[in-house]
């Protein structure tokens, strides 16, 4: 069992950044690709990157390269997702999640553990 903890979300203004963090709870961690997901009021969860157990394959939804960066530190069972230029479209629940592969993070149906998820609101 991987417990995923979610944290760095908050208010910020447009074209503001912010950073993501999700602490893993077992070492295990590192074995796992990780995915960050959002869900927006009304709308259903979507991907919006993942990464390999390794960091060397990353995967990003189409509208957000360029804007957002997948990273992790297996050392410290921790992921993170940079978020840049953000718009008041960004703005919604983001959710940290394992899954056995970088594949199957991009979709909540590849995903084995999630997170609680964390606020982010984007004000225009």
């Known amino acids: 069992q991987v417990q995923l903890v979610e944290s760095g979300g908050g208010l910020v203004q447009a074209g503001g950044s912010l950073r993501l963090s999700c602490a893993a709870s077992?070492?295990?961690?590192?074995?796992?690709?990780v995915g960050w997901f959002r869900q927006a009021p009304g709308k259903e969860r979507e991907s919006v990157a993942a990464?390999?157990?390794?960091?060397?394959?990353?995967y990003y939804a189409d509208s957000l390269k360029g804007r957002f960066t997948i990273s992790r530190d297996n050392a410290k069972n921790t992921a993170y997702l940079q978020m840049n230029s953000l718009k008041p479209e960004d703005t919604g629940v983001y959710y940290c999640a394992a899954a056995t592969t970088a594949v199957g993070a991009t979709g909540t149906r590849g995903v084995d553990y999630w997170g609680q998820g964390t606020q982010v609101t984007v004000s225009s």
């Open positions: 990464i390999s157990w390794n960091g060397q394959n990353t």
């Open positions: 077992e070492r295990t961690f590192s074995s796992y690709a």
